[in-house]
């Protein structure tokens, strides 16, 4: 069964410092994609960034980038230049790609993401 | 309007009682999702849909049922409802089953069952 750790309940940051929301996953799949999406306190869920298993090279969406190491089974999302926009909530999440479970997420429970003037 | 709507927004309803939560895409993804998120943790999935008249379950099923008639639709109904599914929903859709295809999500509701 796949599963997401989000080990970070809270983050504080100062506005314009880079950030690092940490992310693990466990899953047997060859084959999974790997999301963040944000919950700002409205309640809408954003996707932000997208890294796929076989990709070699780590997503960057703008201010979002993805540190993928496949090894160590982690996604972490790193948000550089941070603004007070940027609080919120944030959810790793895992996609499985080929089998019965084809097209079903995990979400991790998120990490809550304070950005400081 | 374009996009993924659900309604109500807001219900209150009483421990017994039964609830149907509305769902409507207008991309015409196939794969179809329901949610429910509590107070201060990640999302759980109840049922989700590849198709229409194709469902299947989720991690937390139990007091649930979903229907997918038409591919645009994907009512969640909670046949008696307990305290316990108090909760916000959240409808989902994307475009395959593919992991690489990110869910565009509605915008929730919030179900209180007193």
């Known amino acids: 069964a796949q599963k997401i750790t989000q080990t970070q309940p809270g983050m504080f940051v100062q506005e314009k410092e880079a950030v690092t929301l940490d992310c693990t996953y466990d899953t047997s799949d060859q084959s999974y994609g790997l999301f963040w999406y944000k919950q700002p306190s409205s309640g809408e869920m954003i996707f932000l960034i997208y890294q796929g298993s076989y990709d070699e090279q780590n997503a960057t969406e703008g201010r979002y980038s993805l540190n993928f190491q496949k090894a160590r089974k982690s996604a972490n999302l790193v948000i550089s230049a941070s603004q007070l926009g940027d609080s919120a909530m944030y959810f790793c999440?895992?996609?499985?790609?080929?089998?019965?479970?084809?097209?079903?997420?995990?979400f991790g429970d998120g990490t809550t993401l304070t950005v400081k003037p | 309007d374009a996009g993924i709507t659900q309604s109500p927004r807001y219900k209150i309803t009483e421990t017994g009682r039964q609830v149907t939560l509305m769902c409507h895409q207008t991309?015409?993804?196939?794969?179809m999702f329901w949610y429910r998120q509590d107070l201060g943790h990640g999302l759980r999935l109840i049922y989700y849909s590849a198709a229409a008249d194709i469902t299947d379950k989720g991690e937390v099923p139990d007091g649930y049922v979903v229907s997918r008639s038409k591919t645009e639709n994907f009512p969640l109904t909670l046949e008696s409802a307990t305290r316990s599914q108090t909760s916000v929903y959240f409808c989902a859709s994307s475009e395959s089953s593919g992991a690489r295809y990110e869910q565009y999500f509605g915008p929730g509701t919030r179900l209180t069952v007193t």
């Open positions: 999440a895992m996609r499985e790609g080929f089998g019965t479970n084809a097209g079903k997420s995990t």
């Open positions: 991309w015409s993804h196939s794969y």
